[in-house]
């Protein structure tokens, strides 16, 4: 059994297929599918799928550091009304992007510190974007962590000391996706050295599909393909990559007393 911890399938790019994408996923052994947020746009969508699909489909409320701006008062009001209807299994995708814009930076860290802080009251994990910002993001992870903080690195492509301050916040993730099958990614020597043991799988469909796909759509049914090259990344078979990193998703993703 697989789970595919980050998944964009509300997607308009799964419109035309959604139900034999869901049913692909199944097929492949994928039998959860967590669904991050983006920002108001992507809520009814999202909502609607994992009503859809409530034994498979999980989703999270948050809003995207690329959809922050220079006055968020209102989605951010509206992400923590929908967060307290406990509806939702985790804070994401939050973070901080700097691969774009700098310009709101502020912005940026001001509302990933209040994700943070309704995740620890919510004892909820948190899922974060933090492209081209490890730095400016585990810095404030770091600050605000506790015994209620836990989470996941949402696409993580750093290296090996990257992954060590992470595994030292203590109930942190390594979200291992496609970028690891790629040829000249670096990814795959990096967790020759760091291990699968704090690792969760996740596609981040419809992007960064993993080879042979690389360049198309992505969908949870290429879980294995990452799972197979994180198993021979770290000299272990699939069916250990698939407890290890199921064990751990589940562990994440468990409800904890706030």
Known sequence: MFIDTH?????NQFKGDRAAMVQRALDAGVKKLFLPNIDKESIEAMDALA????????????LHPC??????????????????????CGVGEIGIDLHWDKTFLI????????????????????????RESFEETIAIVEEEND??????????????????????????????GGVITFPNGGLAETMAVVGADHCVLETD???LAPVPHRG????????????????????????QVAAITTANAERLFAPRNA
């Open 147 to 176: 015994d209620r903080l836990h989470g996941v690195f949402h696409c993580f492509t750093g290296t090996p000391e990257h992954a060590e301050r992470i595994k030292a916040l203590g109930d942190f993730y390594l979200g291992i």
């Open 205 to 207: 469909a419809p992007y």
């Open 51 to 62: 009503e859809a699909y409530s034994d498979v489909c999980y989703p999270m409320m948050g």
């Open 216 to 239: 198309k759509r992505n969908e949870s049914s290429y879980i294995p393909l990452i799972a197979a090259k994180l198993a021979e990344a770290c000299g272990l078979t699939l069916e």
């Open 7 to 11: 998944a964009h399938l509300y997607h």
């Open 107 to 130: 912005q940026q860290q001001d509302v990933f510190r209040q994700h943070v802080r309704w995740a620890k009251e919510m004892a909820l994990p948190i899922v974060i974007h933090c």
């Open 67 to 88: 959809s922050v701006s220079e006055d968020n008062e209102v989605q951010m009001a509206e992400v923590e009304r929908l967060l307290r209807t406990g509806r939702y």
